[in-house]
Antibody, heavy 119, light 111 residues
Framework: EVQLVESGGGLVQSGGSLRLSCAAS????????MNWVRQAPGKGLEWFSY????????YYADSVKGRFTISRDNAKKSLYLQMNSLRADDTAVYYC????????????WGQGTPVTVSS | QSVLTQPPSVSGAPGQRVTISCTGS?????????VHWYQQLPRTAPKLLIY???NRPSGVPDRFSGSKSGTSASLAITGLQAEDEADYYC???????????FGGGTKLTVL
C-alpha cells in the first residue's frame, strides 16, 4: 500500500524557518517524481514545488521561489521541504504528493501537515 | 485568481446528475495538456478521481466521468449520493507559466 506521511509542521514566527519531511513507503520511491502542494485555510490547492526522481531537477512556483528548497534522499525514501523567510500567507496545510509515472498528475497524496506562520 | 476557472458551488438532489466545468486557455487545456480531477472529502486529503481527461483509477465508481473539449473540461457525476458531497478540483499544466495549475475548486452539495 502506498503511504506518504508528512511531518515537521507547526507554528513559526514570520521570517522564521521550518523543514518538512515526507516518509514514503509501499512503492519504489526512487522511481517517482514528487510534488509539494499546499492549501491555505478555506482556500483551494496550490502546486508550488516539483522534484525529479533522481533529485537533479527542481521547479518552483513564483510564490516560493528563492525561499523554499525541495530535496529528497532516495536511500531514506524521504522527501523534504526547507522553508525560509516564512510569511503569513505561507500558512497552509502542506501535502506531499506522488507524481504518476510519465504524467502530469498526482496519483497519491499524503495526509498533510499544517504550517501556521504568525505575524 | 486561478488559471483554471471552476464554479464555486454546484448542488443536486440524490439520484440526480451534476456537472462541474473547468475552463482554461490556449496555454493549458487548449494546448493539449490533459485535465485531471481530484475529490477532497471534508477534512481529508485530496484523492485522484479522473486522470487523462476521461480515465477512472481503480475503485472510483463509474458514476464519475470526465470529458474535454477545446479549452474546457467537465466532470459529470450521475446518481448523486450523500457521500459525494465534497470539493472537486481540476488540474492541468500551463506552458506559459511552466507550472502545474489547479482550478479554484467546486463545492458539491447534495440536497
Amino acid at each position: 500500500e502506498v503511504q506518504l506521511v508528512e511531518s515537521g509542521g507547526g507554528l513559526v514566527q514570520s521570517g522564521g524557518s521550518l523543514r518538512l519531511s515526507c516518509a514514503a513507503s509501499g512503492f519504489t520511491f526512487s522511481s517517482y517524481e514528487m510534488n509539494w502542494v499546499r492549501q491555505a485555510p478555506g482556500k483551494g490547492l496550490e502546486w508550488f514545488s516539483y522534484i525529479s526522481s533522481s533529485g537533479s531537477t527542481m521547479y518552483y512556483a513564483d510564490s516560493v521561489k528563492g525561499r523554499f528548497t525541495i530535496s529528497r534522499d532516495n536511500a531514506k525514501k524521504s522527501l523534504y521541504l526547507q522553508m525560509n523567510s516564512l510569511r503569513a500567507d505561507d500558512t497552509a496545510v502542506y501535502y506531499c504528493a506522488r507524481v504518476a509515472v510519465g504524467a502530469i498528475y498526482i496519483d497519491y497524496w499524503g495526509q498533510g501537515t499544517p504550517v501556521t506562520v504568525s505575524s | 485568481q486561478s488559471v483554471l476557472t471552476q464554479p464555486p458551488s454546484v448542488s443536486g438532489a440524490p439520484g440526480q446528475r451534476v456537472t462541474i466545468s473547468c475552463t482554461g486557455s490556449s496555454s493549458n487545456i487548449g494546448a493539449g495538456y490533459d485535465v485531471h480531477w481530484y475529490q477532497q472529502l471534508p477534512r481529508t486529503a485530496p484523492k485522484l478521481l479522473i486522470y487523462g481527461n476521461t480515465n477512472r483509477p481503480s475503485g472510483v465508481p463509474d458514476r464519475f466521468s470526465g470529458s474535454k473539449s477545446g479549452t474546457s473540461a467537465s466532470l459529470a457525476i450521475t446518481g448523486l449520493q450523500a457521500e459525494d458531497e465534497a470539493d472537486y478540483y481540476c488540474q492541468s499544466y500551463d506552458s506559459s507559466l511552466s507550472s502545474w495549475v489547479f482550478g479554484g475548486g467546486t463545492k458539491l452539495t447534495v440536497l
